[in-house]
C-alpha cells in the first residue's frame, strides 16, 4: 500500500495541469563519480517532499513544485557550476544541493551568491563551509565535520584504538574532516602514526597503502569516497596486509563498499550523520520504497521540505523571500512538524502561525545556517551496515 501511495504522489509531479502554476527547484546531487551509489536515495527522498507538497493543493494556493534535476559530479567544480547555472536559467528559484563540499562551495560562490538564490544542501559537511562568503544563502541539513570528525575520533577512543594511520581524499572534504580527527583523537591520547592524502580515480594504490603500512597502527582512518579512493584504498591494504581493520568517515558508509569488498570487512566501524527520532520513525513510514537508513536520505527530505515551507511562509516563491524565510520554518518557536505533515505545516503557515520543523533528522539551524545534528555509530556485521548507536 506505501509504494502504490508513494508512487500516486510522485507521479503527481509529471502530470501538467492547468490550473496550477508551477515553482521551479532544483536538485544537484552527484549522480556521477564517487558517490554515485548514494545519490539516487537522496534525490528520491527531496522528490517526496516536493510531491507530498505539490499533492497537499496547499503551497500557494495551490501551485505546485518541478524538480529540476543535475549532476554535480561531487569532484568536477566546473561541471557542477555549469549544470547550477543551466538549472537558474531554466527558472530554479532554489536549490537543494549539492553534495561534496568542494563543488558545494563553488556553486555557492559562483552561482547562488551572484544570482540571490538559496542552497540548502544535505551532506556538504566541510568546516570551512560555515565561513564561506555566502551572504546567507547557504544552508546545510547535515553537521558540519568540525564537529563529525570528535565525533569520529572518540567512537575509535571509545573502541580502544590507541594508534592509527589516516588517508584522506585530497580535496576540502578530505582535509577537513582529517585534520578534526587528528586534533580530536591526539587531544584523546591517542597516537597518529602517519597523515597521507590519496587522490582518486587510481587503479593503483599500492604506493599510498605502503606508506602508511609502514608507519602502522591498530587500523587505517578512511576518510574518502565508497566508490572510489576510499575504497581502493581499503582493498589494497587487505591485499597486501597492511592493516585489517577501518574507521569509516561519513562518504565511505553504504552498502555498495561492504558488497565490492566483502568479509573482510565485517568489524570495520564509522560515522554518518543521522538519527533515531520520532521523525526518522515517521520518514520511515512514508519512505516507501526508498530506503530510509540510507546515507543522507532523511537530510535530503528535510532540506526540500525547508525549500517548501519557506516559500509559503513568505508567501511568495520570490528568492529573496525564501532565504529570509527557511530559519523562520527551521527553530523554534512553533508547532513541530514532522515528515508526512508538510500540509498541515503549509496550513499552519497560510493562517499566519509558526512552525517549527523537527523533519527526518530534528532540523535545529545555526546563525550560520548549520545544523546542528548527531551522529550514526554503524558497524559492518555480516555482510552490511548496522546501527550501534546515536552519539550526539
Do not use: W
Amino acid at each position: 500500500m506505501k509504494k502504490l501511495l508513494l508512487a500516486a504522489i510522485i507521479s503527481l509531479t509529471t502530470i501538467s495541469s492547468v490550473a496550477l502554476a508551477e515553482i521551479k527547484v532544483g536538485i544537484i546531487l552527484g549522480f556521477t563519480g564517487p558517490i554515485e551509489t548514494l545519490t539516487p536515495a537522496m534525490r528520491d527522498s527531496a522528490k517526496l517532499a516536493f510531491a507530498e507538497v505539490s499533492a497537499s493543493g496547499a503551497l500557494l494556493g495551490g501551485e505546485t513544485i518541478t524538480p529540476l534535476i543535475a549532476d554535480s559530479t561531487c569532484v568536477d567544480s566546473d561541471a557542477a557550476v555549469a549544470a547550477a547555472e543551466l538549472i537558474v536559467s531554466d527558472g530554479a528559484v532554489a536549490i537543494m544541493g549539492a553534495d561534496c563540499s568542494g563543488v558545494t562551495g563553488a556553486i555557492v560562490t559562483n552561482v547562488a551568491v551572484p544570482n540571490g538564490i538559496t542552497m540548502v544542501s544535505p551532506s556538504a559537511t566541510s568546516p570551512g563551509l560555515t565561513s564561506l562568503a555566502d551572504n546567507g544563502l547557504f544552508f546545510r541539513t547535515a553537521p558540519s565535520d568540525a564537529k563529525g570528525g570528535q565525533v569520529l575520533a572518540q567512537v575509535a577512543l571509545d573502541r580502544g584504538l590507541t594508534s592509527v594511520a589516516v588517508t584522506y581524499t585530497n580535496n576540502d572534504y578530505g582535509k577537513g574532516l582529517a585534520d578534526v580527527f587528528e586534533a580530536s583523537f591526539t587531544s584523546g591520547g591517542g597516537t597518529i602514526t602517519t597523515v597521507a592524502s590519496h587522490e582518486d580515480g587510481k587503479a593503483d594504490y599500492s604506493a599510498e597503502v605502503g606508506v602508511l603500512g609502514s608507519a602502522g597502527g591498530d587500523a587505517l582512518v578512511v576518510i574518502g569516497y565508497l566508490d572510489q579512493g576510499g575504497k581502493g584504498m581499503i582493498q589494497g591494504s587487505l591485499d597486501s596486509g597492511a592493516f585489517d581493520l577501518f574507521v569509516l568517515s561519513d562518504g565511505m558508509i553504504g552498502q555498495s563498499l561492504v558488497d565490492a569488498i566483502g568479509a573482510d570487512l565485517n568489524g570495520s566501524f564509522g560515522t554518518l550523520p543521522g538519527t533515531q527520532s520520532e521523525g526518522s520513525a515517521k520518514f520511515a513510514e512514508i519512505s516507501g520504497d526508498i530506503d530510509p537508513t540510507a546515507p543522507y536520505a532523511g537530510e535530503s527530505y528535510d532540506a526540500a521540505a525547508l525549500i517548501a515551507l519557506a516559500i509559503e511562509a513568505g508567501g511568495s516563491a520570490d528568492r529573496s523571500s525564501i532565504v529570509a524565510n527557511i530559519k523562520k520554518v527551521a527553530n523554534a518557536p512553533g508547532e513541530q512538524i514532522f515528515p508526512g505533515e508538510l500540509a498541515k505545516g503549509l496550513a499552519i503557515l497560510t493562517g499566519g502561525g509558526d512552525i517549527d520543523y523537527q523533519g527526518a533528522t530534528d532540523v535545529e539551524l545555526s546563525t550560520f545556517g548549520d545544523a546542528a545534528g548527531s551522529f550514526k555509530e554503524m558497524e559492518v556485521k555480516g555482510g552490511t551496515f548496522e546501527l550501534v548507536q546515536v552519539r550526539q
